[in-house]
């Protein structure tokens, strides 16, 4: 599976960003897929997750009520939708790809990850 993240871009605090994840494979709806993101200096960090047919979603505490991830498995597409967008948010967003359980997103689980988009938010 190749995963490609794109959408990403310059936007004020309180904004909106849609991020989307192509992915190649015929067999993407076998994989719970997941965004991470990585601020300058920082960690890379779990964002949300979702599970393989999209009924279950997950995700950090800090995104909840502001974040909404959601998957299209017959086109082969993840997304993440980013309303009020805080500076704080601003950070390179990966998708990845696992055959773990969507609630475990441990990193060194995923199998497959995506190139960043870069997300930055101005004040």
């Known amino acids: 599976v190749q995963l490609q993240a794109s959408g990403g871009g310059l936007v004020q605090a309180g904004g909106s960003l849609r991020l989307s994840c192509a992915a190649s494979g015929r067999t993407f709806s076998s994989y719970a897929m997941g965004w991470f993101r990585q601020a300058p200096g920082e960690e890379r960090e779990f964002v949300a997750s979702?599970?393989?047919?999209?009924?279950?979603?997950y995700y950090v505490d800090f995104v909840k009520g502001r974040f909404t991830i959601s998957r299209d498995n017959a086109n082969n597409m993840v997304y993440l939708q980013m309303n009020s967008l805080k500076p704080e948010d601003t950070a390179v967003y990966y998708c990845?790809?696992?055959?773990?359980?969507?609630?475990?997103?441990?990193?060194?689980?995923?199998?497959?990850w995506g190139k960043g988009t870069q997300v930055t938010v101005s004040s």
């Open positions: 979702i599970s393989r047919n999209g009924g279950n979603a």
């Open positions: 990845a790809a696992t055959t773990t359980d969507p609630r475990w997103m441990v990193q060194t689980l995923m199998d497959y």
